[in-house]
């Protein structure tokens, strides 16, 4: 089959380290351009992998049948309602939005358009992943326990201004929800505590009757252990430990996104997992003030 041509909103570290190259790789996709709100970043990074970068989104829109975001949550919100009306599938990054009513719009813009959509959710793209969610539901869990801590708040590549005003509930908060929705059910309730932007507690209530906690911080100093997710049932225990995710997590993202486009939907990542995730998010946030 033919390349799926995938254009890419945004040109920041997170678009050049991961998005561009994979999409650009291939054999699955094909990057066929960049737009971002600062032309001379565009231009940089189309020029490193060869294709054209463009001064109008709707220019990029014209040579691509899907387009990957890498840019704010609250960028991402409005532009991809903009690719939605254009008839374009869409790869999305968590949070889905900055806020509930932007998640809302988006993922109610790429219904009415009837598109495609999948979220980049790092994690499920492993191996290592697959099989632990797989032993996870196997071993009749009870509850789970998941923790991201980092310092990166501190500087670098990520202390970018929206994860320095919201912190690690809106930035890591997702994928640790989302492990341990998927591993032990879904999310029905949530309680919060904490500081966003030190250290924030969740205690999760499953629909199987599981119940979960997540710590998660950005503010870390010193070393800090790697992110992991421990899940614990009757026939047993799961593990995940961050370093064990292996290689090649974002070759899968991108021929199960052409997989995605193809078949027109039905990826479990989708805009409508994004929403529900960003409510639970939202009401953690509304608790912690």
Known sequence: MDAVPVGLVGAGPWADMVHAPALAAGPHTRLAGV???????????AAKHGVPAFERLEDLFDVCSAVAFSVPPAVQAELGILAAKAGKALLLEKPLAADLDGAKRLADAIGEAGVASQMVFTFRYSPVTRAFLERARAIEPFGGYAANISGALHG????????????????VGPHMID???????????VRAHGDPLAWVGLLLEHESGAVSEASLSMAATGEVPPSRVDVYGRKGNASLPATELGDGL???????????????????????????????IHEAERQLG
Do not use: K, N, S
């Open 156 to 171: 670098g590549p990520f202390a970018t201004p929206w994860r320095l005003e919201r912190g690690a509930l809106l930035d």
């Open 35 to 45: 737009w971002a709100r600062r032309p001379e970043a565009a231009a940089e990074l």
């Open 250 to 280: 974002f070759t899968t993202m991108a021929a199960e996104f052409a997989e995605t486009v193809r078949r027109g939907g039905g990826h479990p990542l989708d805009a409508r997992h994004g929403l529900r995730l960003q409510e639970i």
């Open 179 to 189: 492990l341990l929705d998927a591993a032990l059910g879904p999310v029905t309730a």
